[in-house]
């Protein structure tokens, strides 16, 4: 799938991108000076034009080589329609395949040094990040974790822009789906699109709702665009339930068998975002005793890794039996938690961490159950897309709120006791997974450029 040596229609295609768009580029210089307004590709300060390294796939084909030029990047959506559609088709779907072509996870964080554009919001700025997640304000004082962007071997990411971004969205909902750790993403991408937005009262949420862990479902509107990005809790994506045990005490279960009640909301969805992981991990669940039930079974014990096999198995068939194939279904995969010394609930800690790890075993630690999420996805009718972040997420042990996940008290000493290293602080590693989203919403839509 993933075709590293260009062929040679891939080359006549960028011959024609060069004939027809240099000129083209020219006549429109004074519109591209608003190089923040769209979809860009940035040409790499890190990378320069290189034209013997035939490893890698420059998305902007580099017409403008000057890397330091005032025009950083190319605004392909600024040209006039008329008369160059068939060129901004093709064009389209050269850089849907150059991306498609990409192994998007491989790769490495970069810091961006000077160029000021990471963080994409400003800590403490974005209305949208609840407390856990807001360690600059908790009192959290390095910054340089802030600074990293994730950068593919292969290709550039596309530039996030807020626009962009919603105009793919109009007249559409996206949905993410799971536990804490996609409204963690959720708030992110929410700062990500109202960090670009001109008139910040055009976004709301529905309800008026604040975002708090307690609440478990949320609707913001993009009033120009007519679209809304949701948040829908579903720890495990199937059904819990309770069960009374001999002494008349209500027990917690899970039908792993039956998709979540929730469910109803999702097919009301164009685009869907699920996750599910930390949660298999918790007491009940891992040990599995009078908690896993199939059908009336209540299993006395059962193993946490199959049955999340089971309820993976579960949410694909439900996917492929009442979500149309057209709709964009994506799962983000596993993200990495750091506890070092002991467990979430064990002590751990990762406080004092300032920069990503850059090598070691935990770098190619891939959990169990993401190769499950990988073979039942390669089964599905209708294969969701996979975020497959968990990599990316390794090296970053410096991006979690750690003591920073409450705020401070005056005069009360930081607690060092209960550590957050699952959940990341905001701005931080969500963003670099909304990118990603940014960019199979590119990849998605230029396929169906014909
Ligand atoms: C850039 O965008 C601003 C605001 O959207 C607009 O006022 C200005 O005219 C634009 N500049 C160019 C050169 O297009
Ligand atoms: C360009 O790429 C080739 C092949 O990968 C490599 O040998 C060479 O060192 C690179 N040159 C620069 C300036 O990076
Ligand atoms: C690149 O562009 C900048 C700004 O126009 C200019 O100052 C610089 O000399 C150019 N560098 C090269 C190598 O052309
Ligand atoms: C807004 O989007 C919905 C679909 O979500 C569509 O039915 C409706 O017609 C759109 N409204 C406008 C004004 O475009
Ligand atoms: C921003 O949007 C609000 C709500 O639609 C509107 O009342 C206000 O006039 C707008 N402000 C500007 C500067 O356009
Ligand atoms: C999902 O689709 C199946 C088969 O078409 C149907 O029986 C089921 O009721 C649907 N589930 C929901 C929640 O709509
Ligand atoms: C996800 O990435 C890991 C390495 O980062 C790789 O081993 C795995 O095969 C990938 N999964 C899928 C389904 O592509």
Redesign the pocket.
């Given at each position: 799938m993933m075709t590293k040596k260009p062929n040679s229609s891939f080359l006549l295609l960028s011959l024609l991108f060069l004939l027809f768009l240099v000129p083209l580029f020219y006549l429109t210089k004074t519109s591209l000076d608003n190089s923040s307004s769209d979809t860009n590709y940035v040409v790499p300060k890190q990378?320069?034009f290189?034209?013997?390294?035939?490893?890698?796939i420059f998305v902007n084909n580099n017409v403008d080589i000057n890397v330091t030029s005032p025009f950083p990047a190319l605004d392909f959506s600024s040209f006039p329609r008329s008369g160059v559609s068939q060129i901004d088709d093709l064009r389209k779907k050269e850089e849907g395949d150059l991306l498609r072509r990409c192994d998007l996870y491989e790769g490495k964080w970069v810091k961006d040094e000077d160029g000021g554009n990471y963080p994409i919001y400003k800590p403490r700025a974005c209305p949208f990040v609840d407390e856990a997640f807001d360690c600059q304000r908790n009192g959290r004082l390095d910054s340089e974790y802030l600074k990293w962007r994730w950068m593919p071997h292969g290709c550039e990411l596309p530039r996030f822009s807020s626009a962009s971004f919603l105009e793919r969205l109009r007249g559409k909902r996206l949905m993410l789906v799971g536990d804490s750790m996609n409204r963690n993403q959720f708030e992110s991408l929410l700062c990500m699109l109202w960090e670009g937005l001109s008139n910040k009262s055009k976004m709301y949420e529905i309800h008026g709702y604040k975002i708090t862990k307690g609440r478990g479902y949320y609707v913001f509107k993009f009033e120009d665009y007519n679209c809304s990005v949701e948040f829908v809790r579903s720890h495990f994506l199937v059904k819990e339930g309770i069960r009374l045990n001999a002494q008349g005490k209500s027990n917690p279960t899970l039908s792993i068998d039956i998709i979540d009640k929730s469910a109803n909301r999702w097919k009301q969805a164009d685009i869907l975002v699920f996750n599910t992981g930390h949660w298999w991990a918790h007491g009940k669940t891992a040990r599995g005793k009078n908690y896993y039930k199939e059908g009336d079974n209540i299993y006395p014990s059962f193993d946490a890794v199959e049955a999340y096999r089971r309820a993976m198995k579960t949410w694909a068939k439900w996917i492929d039996e009442n979500i149309s194939s057209e709709k964009l279904v994506i799962y983000r995969g596993y993200s990495s938690a750091h506890f070092r010394g002991g467990d979430w609930d064990s002590g751990g800690s990762c406080n004092g961490e300032t920069e990503p790890v850059l090598r070691g075993d935990i770098l190619d630690s891939y959990p169990l159950k993401m190769k499950i999420v990988g073979e039942v996805i390669k089964e599905m009718k209708s294969p969701a897309v996979l975020l497959n972040v968990t990599r990316l997420t390794n090296f970053r042990k410096d991006g979690h709120p750690s003591i920073y996940g409450k705020a401070l008290t005056e005069g009360k000493k930081v607690s060092t006791r209960r550590q957050d290293c699952s959940h990341w602080c905001l701005p931080g590693v969500p963003d670099a997974w909304n990118e990603l989203i940014f960019t199979t919403l590119v990849v998605h839509q230029s396929s169906t450029v014909e």
């Open positions: 990378t320069p290189n034209t013997t390294n035939k490893n890698h």
